[in-house]
């Protein structure tokens, strides 16, 4: 489990791409390539858990010339091998079938992820006889991929709406073990991605948490027992340190998925929906076809793959951080291109020996520019995205939010200036915010009284929202929830529960909005963004609040038998059998965890994400050998504005 989960995914796909071969092309860029052309047909599922790792050019570079829905009318291409990578569903199989007795392509190579269950594998099998294609099917292999990789330890499974399945007193049984099973899958799928056996801890309570790490417990024992070669990683490691997988539940902290974070990536996420590594903006750009009478606005999408080093430098950091260094990164740019530029003149009057130094300088130079164009597209790239981000906290007052909530939220007593701003924010007075950011403040209030904040007041706020029409049905569900906690669960020392202080916060609140004008050009987003970083705006940090999840997580990892989480979280070894399971706490191992995978069972964040990183980056050198890694997944990466709309249902 030492390789990042992003990096032993790709390295899987590209196996898939080069047709399973037992000598991965695993990236080696000075390897020539000597595969056929191939086409790649995916359905929905399996072209999101490509594109966050993969871009067109690494497609080509592995021989893909076109890459297709399964489910679009595609033209017959015979003399050409086909993978298919999909999810084995009865629709995917019978159209596999239909593709195959037409003869669109020359052979098949079919990849499912899940592994396919045995009816749909004699399904298609007959399918094939019938058309008596079965020769034409060069491969069939179970892929254990079913998850998207969106940064180097993070990952989702792709389940939209699971917390809702899963919580609802409306769903059906069978409707909430198929969610279960879902997740079950997509975590084993991991597990056998990373390639080691983990150790499960998991929240005592009956819930989701437990039924998943009870059903990959025993997943995980029989097929170690039936598909050994599935970890082999695992075997033939030598005083191999197995890794820690702690499952959590989404119920455990709420505040993390409302909160108006202040990191590049939440901001990101939050307020430009990034998704699979892409971000839209509009496109106030001149030139370009004209916007046609009545059609969509013109919009533009970048990409933030790994190869984007501001993005995988900065993501983690303030807003006003990125603004500066975009802004430093374009000078840097502009030096560059001046030396060249002055450097690069051929010189006629010294000689043949002059001559000859100018045309080496100029070579030099040429071969320099398209690294420093691919620098410049960069930065463009990232300016017109923070300069996006600044005209939505402008006009939502997304600093004011930020800072109050993390007041709330660490137990601190508000500002002079945060009580004063509280009730313009709540009021929906001029620069407010949208009715989301309005509610999911109050939600805030609510889970995390404040002395700061009467609760008369907070009753005065929920009628004046109620009378603006939101809806609140999200807060009688947390509510609901927060009393059904405090009555079950057990008083922790020092209290815990509540979002106690680990962090430092902002020392003052930004005020942008009449000192910063936004601007299409070029020239008026640079100067907007530098305005803004000399606003004030470096005395703003992200929160270092420890979340509860993360508590637990680096609790676990120290793996010390006085932890309070010892008796909250059980323990299950899926290499034992399930009845030596019991009372086997006494000969544990108690060396701390140097490696952990930390699940929750419902929708995730950047910020959960950036959390678990800062925690375990700050104890790594603690650990003698090789520092501590954790990966973050969850069923779902949920905006907070999502998952506002699901705890909204839940309450219907």
């Not at 390295?11 to 056929?36: C, H, K, T, V, Y």
């Not at 501001?310 to 983690?316: E, I, K, P, V, Y």
């Not at 009580?419 to 209030?445: A, E, F, H, V």
């Amino acid at each position: 489990m030492a390789s990042s989960i992003r990096s032993a995914q790709r390295a899987a796909i590209e196996r898939m791409l080069d047709l399973n071969r037992d000598a991965s092309m695993g990236g080696a860029d000075d390897r020539a390539w000597q595969n056929p052309w191939k086409v790649l047909v995916y359905d929905a599922y399996c072209r999101d858990i490509i594109s966050p790792l993969l871009t067109v050019g690494d497609l080509r570079k592995r021989g893909i010339t076109l890459y297709l829905l399964l489910d679009v009318e595609r033209e017959a291409i015979p003399d050409v091998p086909a993978i298919y990578f999909m999810q084995p569903t009865a629709s995917n199989v019978r159209r596999l079938g239909a593709d195959a007795a037409s003869g669109l392509y020359e052979s098949y190579y079919i990849n499912f992820s899940p592994a396919v269950p045995r009816p749909l594998l004699e399904e298609l099998a007959t399918a094939t006889l019938e058309s008596d294609t079965v020769a034409h099917v060069s491969r069939v292999m179970d892929q254990y991929l079913n998850f998207a990789s969106v940064e180097e330890d993070f990952f989702s499974l792709l389940l939209p709406q699971s917390y809702l399945r899963l919580n609802s007193p409306t769903t059906s049984d069978s409707v909430v073990e198929a969610t279960i099973d879902a997740i079950v899958q997509g975590l084993f799928s991991a597990v056998v991605t990373l390639g080691a056996v983990p150790i499960l801890r998991y929240k005592v309570n009956g819930g989701p948490a437990q039924m998943v790490a009870e059903q990959l417990g025993r997943r995980l024992y029989g097929q170690l027992k039936a598909h050994p070669q599935l970890f082999a990683r695992d075997h033939a490691a030598v005083g191999f340190q197995r890794p820690l997988l702690v499952i959590a539940e989404r119920s455990a902290d709420f505040s993390v998925m409302l909160h108006h974070a202040w990191s590049y990536c939440a901001l990101c996420h939050d307020l430009l929906d990034l998704r699979l590594n892409r971000v839209t903006i509009p496109d106030t750009s001149e030139g370009g076809p004209p916007r046609p009478p009545g059609g969509p606005p013109k919009v533009k999408s970048y990409d933030l793959p790994a190869s984007d080093s501001f993005w995988a430098t900065h993501m983690g950091e303030a807003f006003q951080t990125v603004a500066s260094d975009v802004d430093k990164e374009l000078n840097d740019y502009r030096a560059a291109m001046e030396a060249i530029n002055s450097g690069s003149k051929l010189d006629t009057s010294g000689g043949e020996a002059a001559l000859a130094d100018s045309t080496k300088v100029l070579a030099t130079a040429i071969s320099q520019l398209p690294e420093l164009q691919a620098k410049k597209q960069l930065i463009d790239a990232h300016m017109n995205i923070a300069t996006e981000l600044l005209s939505h906290i402008r006009a939502r007052s997304i600093d004011s939010y930020c800072a109050i909530e993390e007041a709330l939220m660490e137990g601190r007593s508000l500002s002079s200036q945060d009580k004063t701003t509280l009730p313009s924010l709540l009021d929906g007075g001029s620069g407010g915010g949208t009715p989301d950011d309005r509610l999911r403040l109050l939600l805030l209030l609510q889970l995390h009284p404040s002395s700061s904040v009467p609760a008369s007041d907070v009753t005065q706020y929920e009628a004046t929202l109620r009378a603006a029409g939101i809806d609140l049905h999200a807060s009688a569900y947390l509510a609901q929830q927060k009393t059904m906690m405090q009555m079950t669960q057990t008083v922790r020392q020092g209290g815990a529960d509540q979002a106690t202080t680990s962090g430092r916060m902002f020392s003052s609140v930004m005020s942008m909005a009449d000192k910063v004008g936004v601007g299409s050009s070029a020239m008026a987003m640079r100067s907007a963004l530098a305005s803004a970083a000399a606003a004030g705006m470096r005395q703003l940090l992200p929160s270092q609040r420890l979340t509860p999840i993360t508590r637990a997580v680096t609790a676990l990892m120290d793996n010390k038998a006085t932890a309070a989480e010892e008796e909250a979280y059980g323990y299950l070894d899926p290499k034992l059998a399930p009845t030596a399971q019991v009372g086997g706490a006494a000969s544990r191992s108690r060396n701390p965890y140097t490696h952990a995978l930390c699940f929750v069972v419902g929708p995730g964040n950047y910020l959960e994400y950036q959390s678990l990183r800062q925690a375990i980056a700050s104890t790594a050198s603690t650990v003698a050998l090789g520092g501590r890694r954790v990966s973050y997944g969850c069923t779902e990466i949920c905006t907070p504005n999502e998952f506002v709309a699901q705890l909204a249902q839940l309450a219907q």
